[in-house]
């Protein structure tokens, strides 16, 4: 088998992972739907993106079809940003707010045999490094809310973090390869399916987006927001998270709904299970105390207890997952700080 078998192999496998997995996001129902498509309209602009590198590595490509691989980058960034927000917070854009940050993308596939496009060419590279360009500006659009949700929903936080250092580095692969400084163009198709294939095990080892566990029982979206705001209410106004030995049965009872379904919905909507979701008011909670001036002198075990923990060996567990801090640093911090 010769060198170029080898990477049509290779690239050609992470394109076809890549259109598939996207496929796989536009059809799946479980967890939050809009989400779920902006990730496949990511994952789709990149693919289209590294196809046409393959393509193009092979044969010789117009103008027009070259535009087309511009198309998909010109996706990329929007659908990364937009995706962050959809998926760590509550905003819900208008749809045709929404659709602007694809306008670009959509004039390269309409009018782009009239877009210049050739190699080595002012104009061409003008245009592709204001490609570049866009890109850019999304990853920091996304870095942004990413930072915002550091300490709030860490695991949430980790999942896009992820993806958002996986399209940093394909972007920083085809910088260097504009800048000339990395001269194995194809190379980008080959790292992209040594990409594909990390993120497609994430995906599948992310439960977030487990299609066996809530099979066939969707909570809609409006049902969906009427029960979490239900569930707040529940838990906070009476400070009933602050019970150690709350469990997911009594909460379901007081919300008049099925066990299962409360979980679903907590696993929908926050990506985490029941106790995470508990702890993560306890430690806001915490949080709360260890800034109090007053409490200065209250020990670590009193925090965990006015928390809601049990124990101090599962507080400081909790309470360093959430801010990557042990109680008494931060303490400190916050205290030395105000």
């Not at 078998?5 to 496929?23: E, N």
């Not at 496949?40 to 993106?49: E, F, H, V, Y």
């Not at 500006?137 to 695991?155: D, E, G, H, P, V």
């Not at 969707?218 to 239900?230: F, G, P, R, Y």
């Amino acid at each position: 088998m010769g060198s170029d078998s080898v990477i049509l192999l290779l690239s050609g496998i992470g394109v076809i992972q890549g259109f598939l997995l996207s496929a796989y996001l536009f059809q799946l129902e479980s967890g939050k739907k809009k989400s779920n498509k902006l990730l496949g309209l990511l994952l789709l602009g990149i693919t289209i993106r590294v196809g046409k590198s393959v393509l193009n590595y092979f044969f010789e490509l117009d103008p027009y079809h070259r535009n087309l691989g511009l198309a998909g980058f010109l996706m990329v960034g929007p659908s990364l940003w937009l995706y962050g927000r959809s998926f760590l917070t509550s905003v819900d854009r208008k749809k045709w707010k929404r659709w602007i940050h694809y306008l670009p993308s959509a004039l390269f596939i309409l009018l782009g045999w009239l877009i210049p496009n050739q190699t080595n060419d002012l104009t061409s590279r003008f245009i592709y490094s204001l490609v570049l360009l866009q890109l850019m500006i999304y990853l920091i659009f996304s870095f942004n809310t990413a930072s915002s949700f550091l300490l709030k929903k860490i695991r949430l936080f980790k999942w896009y973090r992820n993806i958002v250092m996986g399209v940093l580095s394909l972007w920083l692969f085809y910088l260097g390869v504009f800048l000339k400084m990395i001269p194995v163009y194809i190379g980008g198709a080959i790292f992209y399916s040594l990409l594909i294939y990390w993120f497609s095990y994430l995906l599948l080892r992310f439960h977030h987006f487990n299609l066996e566990k809530y099979k066939g029982n969707t909570i809609h979206t409006d049902e969906a927001n009427s029960m979490l705001a239900q569930l707040k209410r529940i838990l906070e106004g009476n400070q009933l998270f602050l019970k150690n030995d709350l469990t997911l049965n009594e909460v379901a009872s007081r919300m008049n709904i099925s066990p299962r379904k409360l979980s679903q919905l907590i696993n929908e909507q926050t990506g985490s299970n029941f106790t995470t979701f508990i702890n993560g008011l306890r430690i806001e909670e915490a949080k709360r105390l260890l800034q109090d001036v007053e409490m200065k002198a209250e020990p670590i075990s009193g925090i965990a207890f006015d928390s809601g923990f049990s124990n101090i060996t599962s507080f400081n567990q909790a309470f360093k997952k959430f801010t990557c801090s042990t109680p008494s640093t931060y303490r400190k911090k916050v205290l030395k700080d105000s």
